[in-house]
């Protein structure tokens, strides 16, 4: 089975550099041209199945997309709970001792109001436990924690996770073949 991430388009939050996960932030202007563009990459592909985050930006981009799917929440973003809408540099000056610890253990350590990157990947790599019994071509519009956590999982461990990288509208395929996991491509502006 082939698994197709494609992260939702650009908001302004990204464009400001802020911490949005949970927040429930649509498309900017630009975003939904990125969408427009992934659409071309998609035309005419046919999905077995098709989930996306319920957040606001991956419905959008979704149905510029041109498909309808099934919400899953175990496809949100993180959680930054006290980190929302601040950049890094905001959020060291605001909450320097939680921001340092955050910093020196970016897997356990829980946000305050939020969770912990080991929380979330566990959340991913539940879904894919789910959906891995299936077949055919799956379609996740989603974000890019989550993309990066299912690639963690390739390697069964989040500490990876700072490793790869998941661009607005741009595709990552994985395979799950009787158990065997591997990366087919990486932030790609194509589907193979």
Not at 125 to 131: E, V
Request: aromatic share 14%; net charge negative; with cysteine.
């Amino acid at each position: 089975m082939d698994i197709v991430f494609i992260r939702h388009g650009r908001t302004e939050t990204n464009e400001k550099g802020q911490y949005g996960g949970f927040n429930d932030i649509p498309l900017s202007f630009r975003g939904e041209i990125e969408a427009g563009d992934a659409a071309k990459q998609v035309e005419g592909r046919e999905f077995n199945s098709i989930y996306l985050s319920p957040l606001k930006r991956a419905c959008q981009t979704s149905g510029i997309l041109g498909f309808q799917g099934k919400s899953d929440d175990r496809l949100r973003e993180m959680n930054f709970g006290i980190f929302e809408g601040l950049s890094y540099k905001d959020a060291l000056e605001r909450y320097p001792k939680e921001t340092e610890e955050w910093t020196s253990d970016y897997i356990n350590y829980r946000i305050p109001g939020g969770e912990s990157l080991r929380e979330v990947y566990e959340r991913v790599t539940d879904f894919l436990r789910d959906i891995s019994k299936g077949k055919g071509t799956i379609l996740v519009v989603t974000h890019e924690g989550v993309i990066k956590c299912a690639l963690c999982s390739i390697f069964d461990t989040p500490e990876y996770f700072y490793r790869f990288k998941a661009d607005h509208c741009r595709f990552t395929q994985i395979a799950i073949d009787e158990g065997y996991k591997y990366i087919k491509s990486l932030n790609s502006e194509k589907i193979y």
